[in-house]
């Protein structure tokens, strides 16, 4: 959970001080959006084969050795002023980011029960939640006081830190040495995952169409501003970490089936909401508690959608939970500015609900085509 910490805050870090980054390299914020938009492509493809070929490794020496690179790199990014170098060393650690956060995803399956899966799961990514909610905070701190090279140095002092407690107190826990990179791939032939795998990108785009923009939506149509902003989005973020907890107990459940469509349900609720009371600030305020809430069940969710269609092929299932995941977060960004250019952020809400609907449809048909890989 602290690794998984400590490396998402050096991904979603840079998301608050962009700022900061032009004006130290002298160059516009579009071209600071590389260190952004470079991690994410990266992330996408290299999660489809990275994770798969350092599954044979020995996991704790892995996350070692991941670690020290994250940190080698956050501090030479932060010593250098040369912008392709900087990028360059952001390039690298995004290489070995997929190592890291799917080999996570793998062990915590492995070292529980197989029925308490999910349970074991959920505190990975209450530990992703825990990087969105106080890591972006943190990077934004130190870049606000000391500029860019200082919130490089933050990554980089914060993954030494999670490395040497790694080097401490993590078991020596073997690889799979008979992991068969032909034969994961087949594994992406059936179609169980690939009905499962449309509906993670499908609802990936529906769910992060708004919540993306949420923080907009609060302030221009809702009048949120200030620091009521900055404590509206924290209490989501809370909230977000007993929505992960709460979808490690019900996934592990015999009613986990009915829990996925009751949860995309209440997303549309939710949604739907938003539209109708979007000038209410109390009820807005709440709706975004409750939206908190639904972004931890939210990526339990998706991962768990498609590590139940392959759960013999773990290394490579993880890594596309997290290929796909970026991939409709990339589409959603795309198709919510579109929208927004065109009838304003209020207009993504009816496209977001729209989609979703899709989702729940694809989510519906696997439980009747392969009933037998969810648990009803």
């Not at 980089?156 to 994961?184: M, R, W, Y």
């Not at 989702?359 to 890989?373: D, E, G, K, S, W």
């Amino acid at each position: 959970m602290l690794g998984t910490f400590s490396i998402l805050s050096t991904e979603l870090g840079f998301v608050g001080i962009l700022p900061q980054v032009a004006q130290y390299f002298s160059i516009g914020i579009d071209d600071a959006g590389l260190f952004i938009s470079c991690f994410s492509a990266i992330i996408a493809v290299g999660s489809l084969i990275v994770p798969i070929v350092v599954s044979r490794f020995n996991r704790r020496h892995l996350f070692i050795v991941v670690l020290a690179i994250m940190s080698i790199f956050s501090f030479a990014g932060g010593l250098t002023d040369n912008f392709y170098v900087a990028l360059a060393c952001r390039i690298v650690t995004a290489i070995f980011y997929p190592a890291y956060i799917s080999i996570a995803f793998t062990v915590a399956g492995e070292i529980a029960q197989p029925s308490d899966a999910p349970r074991a799961i959920s505190k990975i990514v209450m530990g992703i939640s825990a990087g969105t909610i106080f890591g972006v905070p943190l990077c934004t701190f130190f870049a606000n006081h000391g500029g860019y090279p200082m919130a490089m140095f933050w990554f980089g002092f914060l993954n030494l830190a999670i490395c040497i407690l790694t080097v401490l107190f993590f078991p020596s826990i073997e690889g799979h040495e008979d992991v068969n990179l032909k034969s994961q791939f087949l594994s992406a032939k059936s179609g169980i995952f690939l009905i499962s795998t449309l509906a993670v990108v499908v609802f990936s785009t529906g769910f992060c169409g708004f919540y993306n923009y949420a923080s907009s939506f609060i302030q221009l149509v809702t009048g949120i501003v200030g620091g009521n902003v900055t404590v509206t989005l924290l209490i989501a973020g809370i909230m977000s970490i007993f929505g992960s907890w709460t979808a490690g107990r019900m996934l592990s459940s015999e009613g986990s089936s009915c829990f996925v469509i009751c949860s995309v349900v209440c997303m549309c609720v939710n949604f739907i909401l938003f539209y109708v009371f979007a000038s209410n600030y109390l009820v807005v305020i709440l709706l975004m508690a409750i939206l908190g809430f639904l972004d931890g069940i939210f990526n339990n969710l998706i991962q768990y959608w498609i590590f139940s269609a392959i759960p013999q092929a773990p290394e490579f299932a993880n890594g596309v939970f997290m290929s796909m995941l970026n991939v409709g977060i990339t589409v959603a960004t795309i198709l919510s500015s579109r929208v927004i250019d065109k009838v304003g952020i209020i207009g993504i809400i009816p496209v977001c609900v729209c989609i979703l609907v899709v989702a729940i449809v694809l989510f519906a048909y696997r439980m009747r085509r392969y009933p037998t890989n969810d648990t009803s």
